[in-house]
C-alpha cells in the first residue's frame, strides 16, 4: 500500500457506488471492500476526517434473499434493502475492526434534508461522531423511503451531505475511470472541469449503472454544482488499487472538478434543496435582473413577484421562476405564501427571501 503524507484535505466525503463493491451477481466483493476499507483506515491515522457513503444494500440483499413471488418494485426494493443493509454494515464493521476504527450506521431519507432543524441535528451528529474519530456509513434508508422521496440514488445523497458538513473533497468511486470524452471518441477521460463548463451531456454516454439507480450524467450535475460551493469534486475508478491514497497525494487521476470560491452557512443547504421546494413565486423580468447581478447582493422583494405557486410558510424553501418558466434559484421563505399574496407587487415592504438565504441556479 501506498505512503501518504501531509493529504491534500482534511475533511472529504467518499461515495462508493454498487458495481464498485459487489460482483455480477450481487455479492458484496470483499478484495474491494478490504482495499478500500483499509486505504480510510490510512487516511483517518493521517488525521482526514472520513463520511463513507455506501450503496450496495439493495445488491447485497439479491445475493441473500430469492422473492417467492413478484413485488412491486418499492416493496422488492424495501425486502432486499432492509435485509442487505445488514449484510452490509456487518461486513464494514468485521473489516474496520481490523484497524480498529468504530464506525457508526446513519439511514436518512431525502425529506431529512428539506426540514432546516432535521438539517442541523443531522449535521451534529455527523459532527459528534467525526469529534469521537468515529467513521459514519451512511446509506438511503430504503425501507421506508417511497418513489417520490427517495433520492435520485446515493450521488446525490453524498453531494448533500458533502455540502452539509463543509468538506474540502468529495469523492465518487464509480466502476469507470472518470468523465470520458465522447465528443473526442478516442477513449480518453477529461482530467480537469473548469466550474464554468456545462452542457455535460454532449460528452457523456446517457447509460445507468447495471445494478445503480444513476449515471454519469447525474454525478456530473451533482459534482458541478458542488464546484460551485467551493468543494473539489473527483470522480475515478473505486477498483483502481489505493485510488483514495492517490487522490489524497495530490496524483492526478480520473476527473478533477475544480471549485470556486467557497460557499458557506444556510446557502449551501438551499443551494441543494432543488427538489425539495414546497412552493414557487414567479417574478418579473425586472426582478430577474437584480438577482442576477452578479456580485452585488440583492435580496427578493414582494414588488417583484407576480404570482404565487402552492402554500407555502415561513421557513419553506421557494422555488424563484422567471415569467417564462426559468429556474432563477431557490430561497427561504420569510412570510407565508397567503401573505405573500396579499403584499405582492408592492413597494416598501420587508423582502420576500433574504441575499442571505437565497441561491442563484
Same mark, same amino acid.
Given at each position: 500500500m501506498k505512503q501518504l503524507h501531509n493529504p491534500r484535505y482534511?475533511?472529504?466525503v467518499v461515495k462508493v457506488g454498487t458495481n464498485v463493491i459487489t460482483g455480477k451477481n450481487g455479492a458484496l466483493d470483499m478484495a474491494v471492500l478490504g482495499s478500500l476499507t483499509a486505504q480510510i483506515a490510512v487516511l483517518q491515522q493521517q488525521g482526514v476526517q472520513v463520511i463513507l457513503v455506501s450503496s450496495?444494500?439493495?445488491?447485497?440483499?439479491r445475493s441473500i434473499v430469492k422473492l417467492s413471488e413478484p413485488l412491486p418494485p418499492v416493496a422488492a426494493r424495501q425486502v432486499l434493502s432492509s435485509t442487505g443493509q445488514i449484510k452490509l454494515i456487518s461486513t464494514y464493521n468485521t473489516l474496520f475492526e481490523e484497524h480498529q476504527q468504530i464506525i457508526a450506521q446513519i439511514l436518512v431519507t431525502k425529506s431529512d434534508f428539506s426540514d432546516r432543524l432535521h438539517y442541523l441535528n443531522m449535521k451534529t451528529c455527523f459532527t459528534s461522531l467525526l469529534q469521537q474519530n468515529i467513521l459514519p456509513i451512511v446509506n438511503e434508508n430504503d425501507a421506508v423511503s417511497v418513489t417520490e422521496l427517495m433520492f435520485t440514488d446515493n450521488d446525490e445523497l453524498s453531494g448533500l451531505i458533502a455540502s452539509m458538513m463543509d468538506v474540502d473533497g468529495y469523492i465518487i468511486l464509480s466502476h469507470v475511470d472518470g468523465l470520458f470524452d465522447m465528443k473526442a471518441g478516442d477513449g480518453s477521460i477529461i482530467p480537469v472541469i473548469d466550474p464554468s463548463m456545462k452542457h455535460f451531456h454532449q460528452y457523456i454516454s446517457p447509460g445507468k449503472s447495471e445494478f445503480g439507480r444513476g449515471g454519469m450524467l447525474t454525478k456530473c450535475h451533482i459534482a458541478h454544482k458542488l464546484s460551485r460551493l467551493g468543494i473539489t469534486v473527483h470522480i475515478a475508478n473505486g477498483r483502481t488499487p489505493d485510488i483514495l491514497l492517490s487522490l489524497l497525494g495530490g496524483e492526478q487521476t480520473g476527473t478533477t472538478f475544480l471549485p470556486q470560491k467557497p460557499t458557506h452557512g444556510p446557502k449551501r443547504w438551499?443551494?441543494?434543496?432543488?427538489?425539495?421546494?414546497? +412552493? &414557487? /413565486? =414567479?417574478?418579473?423580468? +425586472? &426582478? /430577474? =435582473?437584480?438577482?442576477?447581478?452578479?456580485?452585488?447582493?440583492?435580496?427578493?422583494l414582494p414588488v417583484g413577484v407576480v404570482s404565487v405557486d402552492s402554500s407555502f410558510m415561513k421557513g419553506d424553501i421557494i422555488k424563484i421562476c422567471s415569467i417564462d418558466g426559468t429556474v432563477i434559484g431557490y430561497g427561504m421563505a420569510q412570510c407565508s405564501s397567503e401573505k405573500t399574496l396579499s403584499i405582492m407587487g408592492q413597494n416598501n415592504q420587508k423582502p420576500l427571501v433574504h441575499y442571505d438565504y437565497l441561491f442563484i441556479t
Open positions: 482534511k475533511k472529504i450496495g444494500a439493495v445488491g447485497a440483499g438551499i443551494a441543494t434543496s432543488e427538489g425539495m421546494e414546497k +412552493g &414557487a /413565486v =414567479t417574478v418579473n423580468q +425586472g &426582478a /430577474v =435582473t437584480a438577482l442576477m447581478a452578479g456580485e452585488r447582493a440583492n435580496s427578493l
